[in-house]
């Protein structure tokens, strides 16, 4: 059976780049999507030579209005239509609501939600018409709890997480699935971005890094999973938050998000 074309958002850096490793060595062709066109021209070259696979690349900056659109627009011309839908990129910010970023806020939702659920809309009908289809979308352990001091963070990823189930159970009668993928804190460029680099929860717990999460994440969209939490501690947390009260939950999440490392 030939390998479904999959187009993977933020697939220069992180999850996504070791993702894409391991789908092209499965014998996938991908679209890759990410900001800088001389890292993406970098990476789809260093994917062609190892994995003798077909790469395409769309720049685009989809913390961006409108850039969802034009990834879309840009695809279609090409008369490129993925049979996987990776919604990989996306953000976190370790600062108090009060005193962050408007504009980073912004941004933030826009990448995390926004063109997300854009980039959805826009491609699944094509799935749909097919008959044929799988939408994977990069949640956190984080979207089943809220988390003082990442507050906004915390929310898109809740919406991610509410949004993929949804959307799972309402395509499931056109042959179409959705995953949603839940991993916990992991090596990859997304501390630095986050201000989380001081961070006691990234400095003295052991966390898988990104190639490892990439493959776990592989092994579940493959299994059909409609979500999926990594590791057994992780998979823990969305019974902690049942049983446990909301202002407990809240100061436990405000104590190790203000944990430093010594």
């Known amino acids: ?15 996504g780049y070791e993702l894409g490793k391991v789908m092209a060595s499965k014998g996938h062709d991908l679209i890759l999507v990410g900001r800088s066109e001389s890292r993406l021209l970098e990476v789809a070259e260093e994917f062609r030579q190892t994995y003798q696979i077909r790469v395409w690349t769309i720049p685009a900056d989809l913390s961006r209005p409108g850039n969802a659109k034009f990834v879309y627009d840009q695809a279609v011309s090409q008369q490129l239509f993925p049979g996987i839908l990776v919604n990989n990129a996306g953000f976190g910010d370790m600062t108090d609501f009060l005193i962050s970023e408007t504009s980073r806020i912004e941004e ?3 990448l995390n939600v926004t063109s997300l659920t854009e980039l ?28 003082p001091g990442m507050t906004v963070y915390h929310a898109t990823k809740a919406y991610v997480l509410f949004f993929g189930e949804g959307l799972a159970e309402e395509v499931r009668p056109y042959g179409v699935k959705v995953t949603t993928l839940c991993p916990g804190p992991t090596r990859s460029g997304f501390q630095e971005k986050a ?43 969305p019974v902690f938050a049942r049983i446990t009260p909301g202002s407990w939950m809240t100061r436990i999440m405000r104590k190790i998000y203000s944990l430093k490392k010594s």
């Open 120 to 147: 959805t809309k826009y491609f699944l009908p094509e799935m749909v018409k097919r008959k044929t289809g799988h939408i994977v979308n990069l949640a956190s352990v984080a979207s089943f709890i809220p988390g």
């Open 1 to 15: 059976m030939q390998k479904l074309v999959a187009l993977i958002t933020g697939g220069t850096s992180g999850i």
């Open 195 to 237: 201000n989380m680099t001081n961070s006691a929860l990234v400095n003295t717990v052991k966390i898988p890094d990104a190639a490892e999460v990439a493959l776990w994440s592989y092994k579940q969209m493959m299994a059909g999973k409609r979500v999926s939490l990594h590791g057994f501690l992780n998979a823990l947390i």
């Open 108 to 110: 933030m939702i826009q």
